[in-house]
């Protein structure tokens, strides 16, 4: 696959991909570099990762623990230190291996590390593929809160090697899916419709999705990088999204969700609301729930739960003004941005997802 430019970095595919990482570290001469890694990419990723770099330079690796849960500043303490002990400098270089926790919690510490330093993100997952990686964004969460501190700031360069997702399990493929589903609701219906047949899903025509995904997020980016305008459709199924995976991440008598889990939910809340409140059609409603509904298990909302998931949307990052602003649907492939949208709406989408059990 061709090599896509934006305007700041490169997004490089697939073993060809490696020839670039090569001459990068041959032309800058990095003083150190360092690989951040959890303990599944650890193991399952690195040895292909260092099977395809060259250097005689000394790699280091720093492990940090999996999952979103350690996704906090607490963990970039502990990686801004054992930077500093195995003595980075600013002309370092830390090449990100792993899924989005590790792009946004690299990307985050090397922006900060000696006021920032270069770094490289090879993304693992599906997800990280097509939306944590690409874009800039890096950060951390805030107790439960998700991404509430965090800077833009690109890579040199990112890799996207489709050889590491055979190391996933299919609640992490159908994870990564939710921000693919969600680039064709928001901005290519034609893109959408492949995913009307669900044989698309198997890793033969799985390379051309990606490429094309992130395309679709390249595109909206390079068009609105600081979030002012376009970018903010790519929160589509985020708002409410967010605040359900917070909800269920932090109280221990619910099963934890992936994001894109709790996003495809966020999804088909978004959907059913823009139906009264910017024009999607009921037929279209209706598809997009039954596509969403057909790759991802249904997760069973109490009405108990509903205020305190509510409340958790003040926090979102996108509101302004004291206003919680969602992105909805005129039609699919058609948003509509800053939408404010009062809670008893919110509840009634909720309760349209919940009788769609």
């Not at 996003?263 to 024009?279: E, F, H, N, R």
Request: glycine share 8%; net charge negative.
């Amino acid at each position: 696959m061709k090599t896509i430019d934006t305007d700041t970095y490169r997004i490089h595919f697939n073993l060809s991909a490696y020839n670039q990482i090569n001459k990068h570290i041959e032309d800058t001469n990095p003083s150190n570099i360092f690989v951040l890694v959890d303990q599944n990419t650890h193991e399952l990723c690195l040895p292909h990762l260092l099977a395809e770099i060259s250097t005689t330079k000394t790699i280091e690796i720093i492990e940090i623990e999996a999952g979103e849960i350690n996704k906090t500043i607490e963990t970039c303490v502990g990686v801004w230190n054992v930077l500093s002990e195995l003595g980075a400098d600013r002309k370092s270089l830390v090449i990100n291996l792993g899924g989005g926790v590790i792009t946004d919690l690299g990307g985050f510490v090397a922006s900060t590390f000696k006021r920032g330093i270069s770094f490289i993100n090879i993304p693992t997952t599906l997800l990280s593929m097509v939306d944590a990686s690409v874009g800039g964004k890096t950060g951390v969460d805030l107790g439960s809160l998700k991404n509430q501190i965090g800077v833009i700031n690109t890579p040199e360069m990112v890799i996207i090697d489709t050889t590491y997702l055979k190391t996933l399990p299919q609640n992490e493929m159908r994870s990564g899916l939710a921000e693919m589903l969600k680039h064709g609701l928001i901005q290519d219906k034609t893109y959408w419709n492949k995913f009307k047949d669900l044989s698309v899903l198997n890793l033969d025509h799985l390379d051309e999705l990606i490429y094309e995904s992130v395309l679709i997020k390249k595109h909206v980016v390079d068009i609105d990088p600081r979030e002012n305008g376009l970018r903010k459709t790519l929160n589509y199924g985020h708002t409410i999204g967010h605040a359900i995976e917070s909800y269920f991440l932090s109280h221990n008598n619910r099963t934890s969700l992936l994001h894109g889990e709790a996003v495809a939910i966020g999804m088909i809340l978004a959907s059913y609301i823009s139906t009264k409140l910017t024009g999607l059609s009921e037929t279209e409603n209706t598809e997009i729930k039954n596509i969403i509904l057909g790759i991802y298990d249904f997760v069973a909302i109490d009405k108990d739960d509903y205020e305190p998931i509510i409340e958790l949307l003040k926090y979102d990052k996108k509101n302004s003004h004291g206003n919680i602003n969602f992105v909805l649907l005129n039609a699919i492939g058609e948003t509509e941005i800053d939408c404010l949208v009062p809670n008893d709406l919110i509840i009634e989408a909720l309760n349209f997802y919940n009788d769609s059990y």
